[in-house]
């Protein structure tokens, strides 16, 4: 019991001087090209910057980690363990977000790790109304089984009826194409499925191969924010890739914690998206940043996102 008690004391003085390590990186600025700008429409973005301009390995993609989990579980029972984000999906896209993060067990119901929420249908039609409403935004999504679960039985047949109108087809040209070039496709689904066969070049769906990432799995701040640093500058440059790779702005609850919800945890690194930015620049790895995601998405998260787009597409970056 004793050892056990020191252990988290020591755990505790861990999170404590990590948080300080980046408070204290804080100092030395959160500025880069575009940081400065706020887009006019958040619903709308890539529209505003104009789509003849804007390739899509330019594009800073803001993304949501387990996004369709406004409504897992049991509210203030089982909730707060399994919640990290606490809008719908159109809510998100409407707010800026274009590549959502969806996990699926074999009923075609959305999960996060053994907690439940509402069928895929919810996520589809959310995007559905997202699509109706805009004209010009390209979103990523993606949608994987998740581990330990079976995958939906012909799951990749369901995608193509439901969104087949605005499937951009796998395809390594699309990197380098401007938006307006796609449209009017504007979806990028990305299928992971754990058993099933997986897409095939030229498909309408897109296999796992071109989202890339490293997670981390730790809930201490600065570790995950220097591992991120670190799996990001051995990237190639977003200009000579044929993949998204993401990075994403979140630390995890881990089991010898005492915390254990989502939403104090991931407070520690939550405020650091546009340091994580700079610090790019500073150490000459901006060139590689492409989906960056959060857990509980806000405005200033996408307009970070943003700006580093606009630099981009006006050659300011």
Same mark, same amino acid.
């Given at each position: 019991m004793g050892s056990h008690v020191s252990k988290q004391?020591?755990?505790?003085?861990?999170? /404590?001087?990590?948080? $300080? =390590?980046?408070?204290d990186l804080k100092t030395s600025g959160e500025d880069y090209p575009g940081s400065e700008y706020r887009p006019s429409d958040r619903k709308n973005w890539m529209n505003d910057l104009n789509p003849d301009k804007v390739h899509i390995n330019q594009i800073v993609w803001p993304g949501t980690h387990d996004s369709?989990?406004?409504? =897992?579980?049991? +509210?203030? =029972?089982?909730? +707060?363990?399994?919640?990290?984000?606490?809008?719908?999906i159109y809510q998100q896209l409407a707010r800026g977000t274009r590549l959502i993060d969806i996990r699926v067990q074999q009923d075609r119901r959305v999960c996060h790790g053994i907690l439940l929420t509402y069928n895929i249908d919810v996520v589809i039609n959310d995007v559905k109304k997202f699509m109706s409403e805009t004209k010009s935004e390209i979103i990523i999504l993606e949608i994987r089984t998740e581990f330990g679960h079976d995958d939906p039985p012909?799951? *990749? $047949?369901?995608?193509?009826?439901?969104l087949g109108e605005f499937l951009i087809h796998q *395809? *390594? /040209?699309?990197?380098?194409?401007t938006i307006a070039e796609l449209l009017p496709k504007r979806i990028i689904c990305v299928w992971k499925p754990r058993k099933s066969a997986h897409p095939k070049a030229g498909s309408s769906l897109w296999s796992e191969?071109?989202? $890339? *990432?490293?997670?981390?799995?730790?809930d201490l701040p600065s570790t995950k924010f220097d591992g991120n640093l670190k799996h990001l500058s051995e990237q190639p440059p977003v200009t000579s890739r044929k993949y998204f790779y993401r990075v994403e702005n979140t630390v995890t609850p881990v089991a010898d914690n005492p915390?254990?919800?989502?939403? +104090?945890?991931t407070r520690r690194i939550h405020g650091y998206a546009r340091l994580f930015i700079a610090q790019c620049f500073a150490k000459g790895y901006a060139d590689r940043i492409q989906v960056f995601s959060t857990d509980f998405i806000d405005e200033d998260f996408v307009d970070a996102c943003v700006g580093l787009t606009y630099a981009r597409v006006e050659g300011k970056a």
């Open positions: 004391v020591e755990r505790r003085k861990t999170i /404590h001087t990590e948080k $300080k =390590i980046l408070s369709a989990t406004n409504k =897992i579980g049991v +509210p203030l =029972i089982t909730r +707060p363990f399994a919640q990290c984000q606490s809008l719908s012909e799951f *990749d $047949k369901y995608l193509e009826e439901q *395809d *390594d /040209h699309v990197f380098g194409k191969g071109f989202l $890339k *990432d490293n997670w981390i799995n730790t915390v254990l919800c989502v939403k +104090p945890v």
